[in-house]
């Protein structure tokens, strides 16, 4: 919740971010795998560096805050969601090590 900014309001908002938490370690350890490398299998296992350790923290935080909406992280525009910016989804992708979208 530190990445967040707020604490967690009720024991559901403890649980979310657990399950989000570990959704995005799940991610970003087979994104890693796709590109060719070889991090500890073992769930329990740290991220292998800082850079990747970040790239997770902010794709679980874009998981936390898209609860309750439809593909995308809540916001008061209109009372909908709002997808992901695609320079964040990049600087997650950049964290992890992994190549970058392709352009056109």
Avoid: C
Wanted: hydrophobic share 50%.
């Amino acid at each position: 919740m530190r990445a967040a900014g707020i604490s967690p309001a009720a024991t559901f908002d403890v649980e979310w971010l657990e399950d989000v938490t570990d959704a995005a370690e799940v991610w970003a350890r087979n994104q890693r795998v796709a590109a060719g490398y070889a991090d500890d299998p073992d769930a329990a296992a740290e991220a292998p560096n800082a850079a990747v350790k970040h790239g997770t923290v902010l794709y679980a935080l874009n998981l936390y805050r898209s609860r309750g909406t439809y593909g995308g992280a809540a916001a008061f525009e209109g009372f909908g969601a709002v997808e992901l910016p695609a320079p964040v989804f990049a600087q997650v992708l950049s964290n992890l090590g992994v190549p970058r979208m392709a352009i056109g």
